[in-house]
């Protein structure tokens, strides 16, 4: 497959640059599989798509304010950008460093409050692995300083607001620098009237990376290759996975990360492994869902990666009449965007 296939036309005032009042007040674009049926309803009106013995799976990970700025000894601005850390006895991340001259290992770069950081290695791809100094306190340091990570489709600086709208209301564990954005439309209230229908919420933790911002580099779709990222599946979870593969309901995804993780824990049979370690599982079309039934997702960019997950979910033919539409009616593009749940 060529990656260009992948493409579509959006006029850029319909990707979102800010959030709406309510993260429930976004529109929800239907998609019925089996029927191969494109509808529009209120986002909160979700509830009635889910039924009794559903298990909803959600992303707990929490964004970090991953990006701050510092100086080279030599005298030039360096923006550092906090893709995950490598070690957990100190303060070594692997990071993208934007700067006028290219950094080189031995690089000191001056940080606000007497922190510095000292280039290492090169990384994986563009990154490079940097080292911080002091270590203590780092996290609270890194929330004093740092900004929220915004994508580079959102054309402003992050604010103040962000660092609670770019959260899912049941982010916990610190560690993605992209926000699981399908998780951006619930709150506490909807959650709660899931539960009092039937349904079961569990959660797993995928820490979002840099791979969910890069472009695809490569003409064939084949050819390409992930970033890995970190997750873990709680026994719970997986436990109440196992109960819908038998019968028990539906396994909804809320977002491709949720996805992505379950299939790559996923055994033939659908039931899936409790456990932790990284993932790199690319899934475009041709690609048989073992796990996930239904898929709660944003609209995504064209030619990207998260696009053909979605492709491969609903079937590329009925998913692209579904962006066509949601082109036509001036849905919201992308992280602050409108949903869609494709079942």
Known sequence: MRVDDFGYDLPPELIA??????????RLMTVDRLKGEVNEVPFREIIRLFRPGDL????????IPARFFGVK??????????????????E?????????????????????????AEVIERGEGDTWRVSFTPVTGFDEWLDRNGSMPLPPYIRRSAAEADRERYQTVF??????????????????????????????????????GLGTFMPIRVERVEEHRMH????????????????RKGGKGRVVALGTTVCRTLEHAA????????????????????????????????????KSTLLMLVSAFAGKELLFRAYHEAVTRRFRFFSYGDAMFVY
Do not use: M
């Not at 909803?56 to 964004?63: A, E, Q, S, Y």
């Not at 000894?73 to 100190?90: K, M, T």
């Not at 080189?104 to 409050?113: H, K, M, N, S």
């Not at 041709?286 to 997702?297: E, N, Q």
């Open 17 to 26: 640059q800010e959030p709406l009042d309510r993260r429930d007040a976004t």
């Open 56 to 63: 909803l799976v959600v992303n707990d990970t929490r964004v």
């Open 73 to 90: 000894e030599s005298g030039g601005r360096v923006e550092v950008f906090l893709e995950r850390r490598l070690a957990a006895d100190g």
């Open 92 to 116: 070594r991340w692997q990071c993208l460093l934007r700067s006028s001259k290219p950094s080189r290992p031995g690089t000191r770069i001056v940080l606000a409050e007497g922190v510095s």
């Open 171 to 208: 982010s916990r564990q610190r560690g993605a620098v992209a926000a699981p954005t399908a998780g951006l439309h619930f709150t506490p209230e909807l959650l709660d009237e899931l539960r009092e229908r039937g349904v079961e919420i569990a959660t797993l933790t995928l820490h979002v």
């Open 228 to 243: 890995r990222e970190r997750y873990i599946i709680p026994s719970a979870t997986a436990d109440a996975v196992n109960a």
């Open 267 to 302: 055994r033939d049979d659908g039931s899936v492994a409790a456990g932790a370690g990284e993932t790199g599982i690319f899934i475009y079309p041709g690609y048989r869902f073992k796990t996930v039934d239904a898929l709660i997702t944003n609209f995504h960019l064209p």
